[in-house]
């Protein structure tokens, strides 16, 4: 099952805005992640935030997490085309299956 | 460091048949995980390896399995291939724990026919 749930499942901005994605998750976690998938390649790595963090920052990235809400943001500023990707949120790797769950993602068109 | 590689990139099978993708983990890395993704069910793991010894498989049918070895390669195996088992299939490394980030290959695209 899944663990994380992405919000919105689409988000088309132009160049220069902000784009805000929001991951939910079910249960108590270690960390979570966040990462990036440009047009069904592999998956890059952007921000582990562990459950002790509220926040953390990463060039133009920025991830919060709130454990009592059990969700976390990824805020990219200043978007650029060549941010267009799909964005997922992975909690874990749980402590003794190093399993990652992953959340359906985002889908991000920034226009030029 | 050289990244994560994962032969071959795209592979085409007929149903039945069977296929072994391969993965080789960043230089020092001992933990590979295997992911199946696929627009339906999304990114599914499938199984994780360390030192040599699978510590954990998710939920898929006894057809998937796979090994690693001593230099920390690893393979995955599917037999009797079904059209449904079409997907991006990612292998992930870490250096020794869970609890640190995993490293994605670029994938597998295998496609049943």
């Known amino acids: 099952s899944q663990q994380g749930e992405e919000d919105p499942q689409a988000l088309s901005i132009q160049e220069g805005e902000n784009a805000t994605m929001n991951c939910s998750y079910k249960t108590s976690i270690n960390n979570l992640q966040w990462y990036r998938q440009n047009s069904g390649r592999g998956l890059v790595h952007l921000i582990l935030i562990r459950s002790n963090e509220r926040e953390k920052h990463s060039g133009r990235l920025r991830v919060t997490l709130d454990t009592s809400k059990k969700s976390s943001s990824l805020l990219i500023t200043a978007s650029r085309a060549a941010d267009t990707a799909s964005y997922f949120c992975a909690t874990g790797p749980d402590v003794d299956t190093g399993k990652l769950i992953f959340g359906q993602g985002t889908t991000l068109q920034v226009k030029p | 460091k050289a990244g994560v590689t994962q032969t071959p990139r795209y592979l085409i099978k007929t149903r039945g048949q069977q296929v072994t993708l391969s993965c080789s983990p960043i230089?020092?890395?001992?933990?590979v995980s295997w992911y199946q993704q696929t627009p339906g069910q999304g990114l599914q793991f499938l199984f994780e390896?360390?030192?040599?010894?699978?510590?954990n498989k998710g939920n898929f049918p006894g057809r998937f399995s796979g090994r690693q070895f001593s230099n920390s390669r690893s393979e995955m195996n599917v037999s009797t291939l079904e059209l449904g088992d079409s997907a991006l299939y990612l292998c992930a490394s870490s250096p020794d724990g869970p609890l640190e980030t995993q490293y994605f290959g670029p994938g597998t695209r295998l496609t049943v026919l």
């Open positions: 390896y360390f030192s040599e010894t699978q510590r």
């Open positions: 230089s020092g890395h001992r933990s």
